[in-house]
């Protein structure tokens, strides 16, 4: 799913508003990286997605 973003600049996954100063910030999933990990990749580090962060940081990542 993806939400449109303030001022018609396209759209994001996730689009989050401060409370305190309102302003408007997004995380996007950029679909052409996401990559599958399998059995053989166990043990290893691999990047499985990337993502577009505007104003936010991921702190926690829970692929389900």
Known sequence: DSAPLK?????????Q???????ES?????SQTIKPYN?????KFKTIVEFE?????????QPQ
């Open 7 to 15: 001022g018609g600049r396209g759209s994001a996954t996730m689009v």
């Open 17 to 23: 508003k401060c409370r305190l100063c309102s302003r």
């Open 26 to 30: 997004s995380i996007d999933i950029l």
């Open 39 to 43: 059995a053989e990749d166990s043990e």
């Open 53 to 61: 962060c505007r104003g936010l940081e991921p702190v926690d990542f």
